[in-house]
């Protein structure tokens, strides 16, 4: 059964620092990853999706890598913002239509 | 635009009452899944629908149950059978063919919070 762990669960940075958001999974036979954010009280923002045969995508200050076979992704948000503080998800699926999996979620404050 | 469509936003119900969430796509998407988040929790999986007139069970379905009559629509019925019904309820539509979007990629909707009172 496919777990997703998302560490930390929360973390603080002065504004202006570079956020580094971590994402493991246990099983390495993915179709695809996906980075979510979630304000407080609403739906979820598809922010990136890396297909399993890509290394990396951008998207402005995002950047987001997989390494599959170690069943690690990393999303990068560069010079954060106060506007950044918000609740991002990973989630992993093993084929288009399917069932989702996702973390727990890291919640991130930008203090200005 | 297009998007997902989730109503009511907010509901209370009574304990022993059924209740029905509704929601509808316009992106013209064949998978629609139910999620339920609980305070400091992940997304767990209810139901999902890969295409019309067919769904599966997710993770947490007892007490909960589906219908997908047409493409559009997915409503989730929250049974009096739900020992813990209080949680806030999402719902989403991925493409696998045609759509909006890219293959695989999961849009939502602004979530439907129910209370039991």
């Known amino acids: 059964k496919q777990e997703v762990t998302q560490i930390p669960a929360a973390l603080s940075v002065p504004e202006g620092e570079n956020l580094v958001l971590n994402c493991s999974f246990t099983d390495s036979a993915i179709y695809n990853l996906q980075w979510f954010r979630q304000d407080p009280g609403k739906g979820l923002t598809s922010l990136l999706l890396?297909?399993?045969?890509?290394r990396e995508q951008t998207s402005g200050r995002l950047n987001a890598s997989l390494d599959k076979s170690s069943g690690r992704s990393t999303l990068y948000i560069a010079a954060s913002q106060p506007g950044d503080s918000a609740t991002y998800l990973c989630?992993?699926?093993?084929?288009?239509?399917?069932?989702?999996?996702f973390g727990g979620g890291t919640r991130v404050l930008v203090k200005p | 635009d297009g998007g997902i469509t989730q109503s009511p936003k907010y509901l209370f119900r009574k304990e022993g009452q059924n209740v029905t969430l509704s929601c509808e796509q316009n992106l013209n998407h064949d998978a629609m899944y139910w999620y339920r988040q609980d305070p400091g929790q992940g997304l767990r999986l209810i139901y999902y629908?890969?295409?019309?007139?067919?769904?599966q069970k997710g993770d947490i379905a007892e007490g909960y149950s589906v219908s997908r009559e047409k493409k559009e629509s997915f409503p989730l019925t929250v049974t009096s059978a739900q020992k813990n019904p209080t949680a806030f309820y999402l719902c989403?539509?991925?493409?696998?063919?045609?759509?909006?979007?890219?293959?695989?990629?999961?849009?939502f909707g602004e979530g439907s919070r129910l209370t039991v009172l």
């Open positions: 890396i297909q399993s045969s890509q």
């Open positions: 629908s890969q295409i019309v007139n067919d769904f």
């Open positions: 989403a539509s991925s493409m696998s063919g045609g759509g909006r979007g890219l293959v695989g990629e999961l849009f």
């Open positions: 989630a992993v699926t093993k084929a288009a239509g399917n069932k989702l999996t």
